[in-house]
């Protein structure tokens, strides 16, 4: 499975490309909004001036991207969410002024486009509470690219989770701080919660404790 996975970021003039394709419609006054369903909620690196819960209908969030450089490797590859097709998915919307946008979204691109793993796509999102409709930026999953993840069973993505580890910590950790910031925003997630609570079980019944992951025991001289 590692071996298709392709790792090369794409050449910065492909994601100016990109980028200005899907900014050619934008009158450059209005400002623009991003819809956030996983680290982007939790981990924004964005400028925005508002935030508000919101839904679409028609994609849902899994972790159904391979990732081997911040949550995993290319020997041991973790999972992190996507944006796939059916269902709905409810999450933040970030609105971001019209002065900040080409800034703004360049560093966006950088980090979400730079392997071509996404179509961006406007999508409507329907605040959470209201009847409002938001048209918003969204990162769709594509099922072409080489590090989409297909349906695997839940006992082999625990055995992910628990075991892929990357420059940015753990793959459990990565889903803990969906699974947390969702809940603090008032939009859980019961499919993630569950998968979690079901890995740190896991954990647990293999004595892999967090302290014991972070500390190995040293062995006498």
Same mark, same amino acid.
């Given at each position: 499975?590692?071996?298709?996975?392709?790792?090369?970021?794409?050449?910065?003039?492909?994601?100016?490309?990109?980028?200005?394709?899907? *900014? @050619?419609?934008?009158?450059?006054?209005?400002?623009?909004? /991003?819809? +956030?369903? #996983?680290?982007? !909620?939790? %981990?924004?690196?964005?400028?925005?001036?508002?935030?508000?819960?919101?839904?679409?209908?028609?994609?849902?969030?899994?972790?159904?991207?391979?990732?081997?450089?911040?949550?995993?490797?290319?020997?041991?590859?973790?999972?992190?969410?996507?944006?796939?097709?059916?269902?709905?998915?409810?999450?933040?919307?970030?609105?971001?002024?019209?002065?900040?946008?080409?800034?703004?979204?360049?560093?966006?691109?950088?980090?979400?486009?730079?392997?071509?793993?996404?179509?961006?796509?406007? *999508? @409507?999102?329907?605040?959470?509470?209201?009847?409002?409709? /938001?048209? +918003?930026? #969204?990162?769709? !999953?594509? %099922?072409?690219?080489?590090?989409?993840?297909?349906?695997?069973?839940?006992?082999?993505?625990?055995?992910?989770?628990?075991?892929?580890?990357?420059?940015?910590?753990?793959?459990?950790?990565?889903?803990?701080?969906?699974?947390?910031?969702?809940?603090?925003?008032?939009?859980?997630?019961?499919?993630?919660?569950?998968?979690?609570?079901?890995?740190?079980?896991?954990?647990?019944?293999?004595?892999?404790?967090?302290?014991?992951?972070?500390?190995?025991?040293?062995?006498?001289?």
């Amino acid at each position: 499975m590692s071996s298709r996975i392709r790792h090369a970021p794409l050449a910065e003039s492909d994601l100016a490309g990109s980028l200005a394709a899907t *900014l @050619a419609h934008w009158d450059r006054r209005e400002p623009l909004w /991003v819809f +956030a369903y #996983a680290s982007l !909620i939790w %981990h924004p690196e964005l400028r925005f001036d508002r935030r508000v819960a919101a839904r679409v209908h028609g994609y849902h969030r899994r972790l159904c991207l391979w990732s081997v450089e911040y949550r995993g490797t290319l020997a041991r590859p973790g999972l992190v969410a996507g944006l796939d097709r059916g269902g709905s998915c409810n999450g933040i919307l970030y609105r971001v002024p019209a002065t900040d946008v080409p800034k703004e979204f360049g560093v966006l691109w950088r980090r979400e486009m730079s392997l071509g793993q996404y179509t961006p796509r406007w *999508l @409507a999102c329907r605040r959470i509470g209201t009847s409002r409709v /938001v048209r +918003a930026l #969204a990162f769709v !999953i594509r %099922h072409d690219a080489s590090n989409y993840c297909e349906r695997i069973s839940e006992a082999e993505l625990i055995d992910v989770l628990l075991q892929a580890r990357g420059a940015r910590g753990s793959n459990l950790e990565y889903l803990e701080h969906t699974v947390a910031a969702l809940h603090a925003e008032g939009i859980g997630d019961p499919h993630l919660e569950r998968l979690a609570a079901h890995a740190r079980a896991a954990r647990a019944a293999r004595g892999e404790t967090a302290s014991a992951r972070r500390s190995p025991r040293r062995l006498p001289p």
